[in-house]
């Protein structure tokens, strides 16, 4: 062995390490007063009876958490939202794969197809939430006069309890799908199309039988990545609530982030807002971590 290779790599000096440290700097402190500050002073907060402009507050313990177990107005955001992410997440998450199969297999078009479905994801979600105020109008609306019509009676959308949920999940999906089937359509351009010429060597001659054994196993990293942002997204509802609704009426589309915002910002409970802060991520880490446990062992990775 020459002398060269035997001898001990040079220790890096003060100065490589100084630089490296204030390369870092930037990143680390607006992580600390972006992020890691605001998430324990919202910890703190949690178990205080802090309210917005009083000066002074006390520790009360557990007492905040106590009184979500028996707020009625909770557990109607907390079903609202299991409701809202239950229709929401399925239906975005199986329709951006449909459009994305569709337009994968199609020979003209894709650009443009891709470029409309995406468009709700790039445009600001007040601004659509108004046009959704005008398109679900009762009596002005175009989708209710298409209904009068046909002889239908469309009903109230937004201000009747039995269909503004519904609504907003339409909504919700209409917002979502385009994101999901961008990430589909990725998912899908990277699958080797030699795959599908041996597959159908192999006897898969038909479209589902090719699906079924080439393209729906080697989505599984992609189908995981879209499930879990899906689910984080529909969790996190709010604009359309807040333009829309204002979690009306009588509470039938109130949920947990603006159950969260009308605590802090209308009543100026803080601390109480901060108790329903941490069970909401506690809910989001609770279904990333369900996500990853179940749809990871079925996930194939290339």
Known sequence: MSASLAAPLPRRGTGEALAGWMLTA???????????????????????D????APAFA??????????????????????TILYVGIVAPLSV??????????ESGTRGRSFFRAVFFLPVVSLPVAMAAA???????????????????GIDGPAWLS?????????????????????????????TAIPRELYAA?????????????????WPLLGPTTLFVVTITMTRAVRVFDSVAVLTQGGPNKASQVLLYAMYEEGFTYFRLGYSAAITLVFLAIVLALVWLQTKVLEKRVHYA
Request: glycine residues 12%; aromatic residues 10%; without cysteine.
């Open 50 to 53: 802090y309210e917005l402009g």
């Open 59 to 80: 520790w009360i313990g557990l007492e905040n958490f106590g009184e979500l177990l028996s707020d009625r107005g909770f557990a109607i955001a907390l079903r609202n």
């Open 94 to 103: 199986l329709g951006g794969l449909g459009l994305a199969l569709l337009i």
């Open 26 to 48: 930037p990143a680390a402190i607006a992580y600390g007063l972006m992020l890691l500050l605001p998430t324990l002073a919202t910890i703190a907060l949690a178990f205080t």
């Open 199 to 215: 597959a159908e060597v192999d006897g898969a001659a038909g479209g589902w039988e090719r699906f079924r054994l080439v393209t």
């Open 132 to 150: 959704w105020q005008y398109l679900l109008h009762p009596t002005i609306g175009p989708l209710n006069a298409a209904l009068r019509g046909i």
């Open 160 to 188: 009747s309890s039995d269909t503004v949920l519904i609504s907003l999940a339409a909504i919700g999906i209409w917002e979502n799908m385009g994101f999901n089937l961008v990430l589909f359509l990725a998912g899908l």
